[in-house]
Every structure is written in C-alpha cells, then in structure tokens.
C-alpha cells in the first residue's frame, strides 16, 4: 500500500491550494482527481474546437493578488468591465466615473448615489449584519432607488440564491474574503484554466498526482482516517482532505457510524443551489460589443425569478449572464466564442421546456441585451445540467452547498481529527474560486501546525 503524510480527494481549486501551498512549505501530498483534468469548475475546455469556460465566467482581481503573493506567481490578466442591462442601457462595474454616468442616463440622481455610497460606510461594521440578516434587506437600507436596486440584487443574483435568502454577511467588507475584491473583475489572458495549471504546477514539486481515479471510501480506523480506497487501489495517508464536497465527503465516502448523529443530520440537512444550464456560442466577429466589456450580465425580476426557479418551472424570462472574452483579447480576429449560463429549475422539469427556454434566450433574450445579438449567432452548443455532469465529472451549480439564513458554513476541520474538508462547502463564507482558494489555505495551515511546519505568507 502506497503511503503519503497528506491524501487530497479533487483537485478543484481547494485541493489544489492545499496541495501547492504544502509543496512549497516541504510537505508532500498524493491528488486524486477522478477526470483527466485539474481546476474543477475554473476550467476552460475546447469545445467544437474553440476554449471556452466552464464555470466562474470571471475572477476577482484579489485572487491574482493572492497567487503573486503566496506564490510568487503572476498570472497575465487584463482589467475587464462587468455591464448590467437596466432599463435599456448598461450600468457596468467596477464603479467610478464611468458607473456614475452610466446610472445618471438611468435617471438615478448624484444625491442618490451618494446617499449610498455614503450608507455604504456601514457595511465595514459587524452591527450591521446583526440588523439586517439577509443580501436583499441590506439593498434595501442602503437605497429606495429601483435603478441602483436592480443592479445591487442583479449582481447578487449571480449567487444562485435569492437575495432575501443571501446571508447578509456575504457584504462584511473586513471579512477574510474582502480581499479578493469580486466587484474589481479580470480576465486571465488564456482562459481560467490557467490558474489550476500554475498551481498544479507548484503542487507537482513536491507532490503527485492519480488522474481518472475515484475514490470510493475513506476508511476510519479508531477514530483517524486511516486510508482512502480508490479505483487503482488503497492509499495510507497520515493526513485526509476532501474537496470533493461536504456532503459526498460525510453522507458517501464514510461509514455512518464514523461522526456524531447530530453532526451527520446538520449535513444531511444542507441544501443545493441552482444548477446551471450552459450554451457554448459563437458569433460573427462583424458583431461589436462595447470595448473594454468582457461579461454582460441580463436581469429581469430577480427575485421572483428564484421563487419560480424553486417551485420546478422556468420564468417566462431568464436572467442570464454572457462572457464574451474574445471581445478583450489581444489581436482577436475569428469569431466571438462565448458561455451563456441561466439556471435550471428544481425538480422535474416538463418535457420540452428547456428546449423552448433556450431558444426563446437565444431570440428574444439576446434582443433584449443587444439590438442584432440574435441574427449575429453562428453556432451553439447546449449543456444542460445531465450532459454537463456527465462530461466534465462535476456538477454545474454555483455553490456545491446552498448559503441561507439558517445555515452557518461548517469548520475546515470535521469530527475525524486527521480529516479535513475545502472547496464551496467550508468556511470561510463567500463566493465559488475566492473561496475554495481561501479554505484551501486555512487547511493547509492547520496541517502545517500539527506537522510542527512554519507557515510564512498566509
């Protein structure tokens, strides 16, 4: 039997950090992915014969300030704007002059702008998360405005939860995850995919990797995880990190007697967001989208769109989110490619209705964001839910565990002392590759304490 001081279950962007960062402290780890590929939903894939990407459609430009300083890593990127389609026209982010003027030819006045800009301060306080509970009712204090309104839940929607569902938290600008500045949005040069390659890379230098094996039981021997099974065989490992989700991890890899009752039905008691249906695009290059935009995101009635989203039926308009980033790149001269994501229903969907919601998004929704998108089309590949899943080995949600009111992220480390858990499950609280990044570096961390290892740069 194989042995390793760390076993890594995933390497999506929590396993990957853990094990770049234990590489480069001298602790090394076995990875085990159960595709031919690293990153997980930071991914880009060559589909019909073009790269496009398959989950985050944007990064925050902390996350590169991260890779830079932990690792001393630079990754090229370009600042890109984010545009919000309100009342006919564009409010895009990151805000400055260019929102402001954008939101005045919406009628929005300068003193509602200020008003909360200036209602904003609050936002650094923890008081105000003890007033107002969810995302939606901290909107609502710091304007009445319907335009600013609109695009505050617009952007919050890309969540995959309704706002008033939203913990409040999520807005703390002095949490851990502030850092990653998701409102200051950039394109890595190359496709997301970039990113899992730099820190595989790093992990590789002291650490190595099983692709396309499964893992099917963590086996728990008085108490310590003791070895993982997986398609290839057992692994020993002194140290267990799962980034293969929350749930799996306790309710599939590991026998039910293993954890507390009460520990086991909180996270059998854990929800699911959305998931996401995908459409691969291209359009003729003819088409000119606004210079300097890389991701337009369409809103209709946010919050209503969830409510019927959760009673198993589509909305008679998707809100959708459109990542052209062909439309930054240098020297670009072939079609425009592009991911188009809007969210699939729970439950049973009626046969026949995606089909129908996909063609009425790429006509009349796409009209809706731009006069002459739709005729610009030159081809489209569609992933719903299944097809993605059964194609890329993951599935296509938001946050693998759903953010409510009612839910506190669970700890890094589980019940089983040698067992540790990363990725969009764990704290710290926040949004997808911010936080699979940050919880892999918590467990890393812990790991080195209890190997007695110094942990600079953190």
Excluded: W
Aim: aromatic share 10%; proline share 6%; hydrophobic share 40%.
């Amino acid at each position: 039997m194989e042995e390793y001081p760390v076993i890594i279950i995933g390497a999506g962007i929590g396993g990957l950090t853990t094990a770049a960062y234990l590489s480069k402290i001298g602790i090394p780890s076995a990875l085990i992915e159960k595709t031919s590929f690293a990153g997980g939903r930071c991914s880009t894939r060559v589909i019909s014969g073009s790269p496009y990407e398959i989950g985050a459609l944007y990064l925050g430009g902390g996350v590169f300030d991260r890779l830079r300083t932990i690792f001393n890593v630079k990754v090229p990127s370009l600042k890109i704007r984010c545009g919000v389609k309100i009342n006919g026209r564009l409010v895009s982010f990151p805000v400055g002059l260019k929102t402001a003027l954008e939101l005045t030819a919406c009628h929005v006045s300068l003193p509602e702008m200020l008003g909360m800009r200036y209602r904003s301060r609050l936002l650094s306080k923890p008081t105000t998360f003890e007033t107002y509970k969810s995302v939606g009712e901290v909107f609502d204090f710091l304007t009445e405005n319907a335009v600013l309104r609109k695009f505050l839940h617009s952007t919050a929607g890309l969540s995959g939860v309704r706002p008033y569902r939203l913990p409040a938290n999520y807005l703390y600008s002095k949490s851990p995850l502030a850092r990653y500045r998701s409102q200051n949005p950039e394109y890595v040069i190359g496709g997301n995919g970039e990113i899992p390659r730099l820190l595989l890379q790093i992990a590789l230098k002291g650490s190595h990797i099983f692709y396309d094996t499964e893992v099917k039981k963590i086996t728990v021997k008085d108490g310590h995880a003791d070895a993982v099974e997986t398609t290839r065989g057992m692994l020993k490992g002194n140290l267990v990190v799962s980034n293969a989700g929350l749930r799996k991890t306790i309710l599939g890899l590991v026998e039910n007697e293993c954890f507390p009752f009460d520990y086991r039905n909180r996270v059998k008691g854990l929800g699911e967001t959305l998931r996401v249906v995908n459409i691969f695009l291209t359009f003729s290059h003819a088409f000119k989208f606004p210079k300097g935009f890389s991701v337009f995101l369409m809103p209709y009635d946010v919050d209503q769109e969830f409510l019927t989203l959760d009673s198993g039926a589509f909305p008679l308009n998707s809100m959708y989110v459109l990542q052209v980033p062909s439309n930054v790149e240098p020297a670009s001269r072939q079609d425009h490619r592009a991911t188009l994501q809007f969210y699939y229903p729970r439950g049973d969907v009626a046969p026949g209705s995606l089909d129908n919601q996909v063609k009425h998004i790429l006509q009349e929704g796409l009209e809706d964001l731009f006069k002459g998108l739709s005729g610009a089309v030159t081809g489209y590949v569609v992933y719903d839910p299944t097809r993605y899943e059964k194609e890329f080995g993951f599935a296509p949600y938001v946050f693998g565990v759903s953010p409510d009111l009612q839910y506190a992220r669970f700890p890094v480390e589980t019940p089983i002392d040698n067992l540790f858990c990363v990725g969009d499950s764990v704290e710290p609280d926040g949004p997808c590759v911010p936080q699979a990044m940050e919880s892999g570096l918590e467990c890393a961390r812990m790991i080195a304490r209890r190997l007695g290892v110094k942990t600079p740069g953190i």
